[in-house]
């Protein structure tokens, strides 16, 4: 953990770099070694192709995210990891925002330990 899953509508795969966000998303994550291993973060992209927002008049989209992260972190570092990642959101899509009628929304869900089962051969290469 952390896992950053991000639903994003198929009007936007042409213009919305979603590979280049997820780097960014991982550079943020990846930033805060004391919160979250490097060796479990993981984020990934899941383009909708049957949706339906507001009307359906519009060709309206959006983009979802979900960070999932084990349990124990104090509330003002999910909070502050929170803002950090939906800035790089708004950021990361401040032309498409411009362009083109766009929601984005972020949400964290917090697993308790006994919730998660994982087995990882990643984390061993940055304890070196």
Do not use: C, W
């Not at 042409?14 to 070694?33: E, M, Q, S």
């Not at 004391?34 to 990934?44: I, T």
Request: proline share 3%; charged share 30%; hydrophobic share 35%.
């Amino acid at each position: 953990m952390p896992h950053f899953i991000v639903e994003y509508t198929d009007n936007l795969k042409a213009d919305g770099d979603i590979r280049g966000f997820l780097k960014k998303i991982n550079d943020v994550l990846t930033a805060h070694p004391d919160l979250f291993p490097v060796g479990g973060v993981r984020s990934r992209a899941i383009e909708l192709n049957d949706y339906v927002i507001a009307d359906d008049t519009e060709d309206d989209a959006f983009i979802h995210a979900m960070l999932k992260i084990g349990g124990g972190r104090s509330k003002e570092d999910k909070t502050m990891i929170s803002e950090k990642l939906f800035e790089v959101m708004e950021t990361h899509f401040s032309d498409l925002f411009e362009k083109r009628y766009l929601a984005l929304s972020l949400e964290l869900q917090e697993f308790g330990e006994g919730g998660t089962y994982k087995k990882n051969n990643i984390h061993p290469r940055y304890k070196k």
